[in-house]
């Protein structure tokens, strides 16, 4: 199996990476045995445009379609590839008449942007993959002629390599950390603003990154090294109650081995129990719960040990990978994967 993938991987930023799904599926190709090319769209069109971005656009389409020539891949995997035009899809098919197209998607799918960029790939594309399950938000993309799907965000091995549930309390510099860049009018603030509140008499050490005047930290080993900093953390979305929709920072967490606090409305029990996950319902639930956890250390290692097994069990980049590839391909499937539920023909 020959994989082209397209993505945003952040070459200009010299290192400090983010570990982002295109990541995640790119490891699993190679633990899948499979033959992968990657292709950065971002950061070709910076260098081949010299920083003109009209020049940049149209050279790294060209691009493209020459590395699908030269490397005749079964399958071509697309990312948030904005740059990259449908029309530049339709000459992959002409220089390489068997290959199979797919999109994968990472936003929410509420965000009319996202909706956009789906409608956009889905008559030029064999599959659409998002992180948002639900009829309401997968059905209206579907033609007749393409595959919709749910994916979880995948986790790696290779790069979530830390374990924090192995280490004892007196390990970390804070008991609880949220990173977040939330914006005026998201939700979020008002929820980490009254949690704050709550635990200001509390004995839990909260480190807040991304707010409250703190720079964001978003990728390289200043994002390691925050992780290893905690031993909980809580995974709140944008938006509240979305099926299984998560941002892929439920992978940095869950599968470092940090005790993860997830809201028991985005119906994640599907995949996780209580003894893998926090579920809270709301502020005074989460509080009671951390406290808890922060008292008794031995559970709250066992808890983030086992959702960091089921995490990387369930959602591996391999498996998440296999998954994409047998959909585009038509190919029963070699297993039974959790989320079948979630795709539209």
């Not at 709140?236 to 992978?251: E, L, Q």
């Amino acid at each position: 199996m020959r994989i082209l993938l397209v993505d945003n991987l952040l070459i200009r930023r010299h290192g400090k990476l983010r570990m982002g799904p295109g990541r995640a599926l790119a490891c699993g190709a190679v633990r899948n045995n499979y033959r992968l090319c990657e292709f950065s769209d971002r950061d070709l069109a910076r260098y081949m445009g010299f920083g003109i971005n009209a020049l940049g656009r149209h050279l790294v389409n060209k691009a493209l379609v020459k590395t699908a020539k030269n490397f005749q891949p079964d399958v071509v995997l697309l990312g948030h590839c904005d740059f990259i035009t449908n029309d530049a899809l339709d000459k992959i098919r002409k220089v390489v008449p068997n290959v199979r197209i797919g999109h994968f998607n990472v936003d929410p799918m509420c965000q009319p942007h996202t909706q956009q960029q789906m409608r956009d790939r889905m008559y030029s594309c064999d599959a659409l993959f998002a992180t948002t399950a639900g009829a309401e938000y997968l059905t209206p993309f579907v033609t007749g002629k393409n595959v919709v799907a749910y994916m979880p965000n995948p986790s790696d091995t290779a790069l979530e390599t830390l374990d924090n549930s192995q280490r004892p309390a007196s390990d970390f510099a804070c008991d609880l950390f949220y990173a977040g860049q939330p914006r005026e009018g998201d939700p979020r603030l008002a929820f980490i603003e009254r949690l704050r509140e709550a635990l200001k008499d509390s004995k839990i050490r909260f480190d807040i990154v991304g707010m409250y005047g703190r720079p964001a930290v978003v990728g390289g080993a200043d994002y390691d090294q925050l992780l290893a900093s905690a031993k909980m953390a809580m995974n709140i979305n944008r938006f509240f109650g979305m099926k299984w929709y998560s941002s892929d920072r439920i992978a940095h967490l869950m599968a470092s081995g940090i005790l993860t606090a997830v809201y028991d409305g985005d119906q994640m029990q599907r995949f996780f129990t209580d003894d893998e996950v926090v579920f809270y319902h709301d502020v005074e639930d989460l509080v009671e719960r951390l406290e808890w956890f922060n008292a008794h250390d031995e559970d709250r290692q066992r808890v983030a040990a086992a959702g960091r097994k089921k995490y990387d069990q369930l959602f591996s980049g391999a498996r998440t990978l296999r998954f994409m590839v047998e959909t585009l391909m038509g190919m029963p499937y070699s297993e039974n994967y959790e989320w079948q539920e979630e795709i539209y023909r």
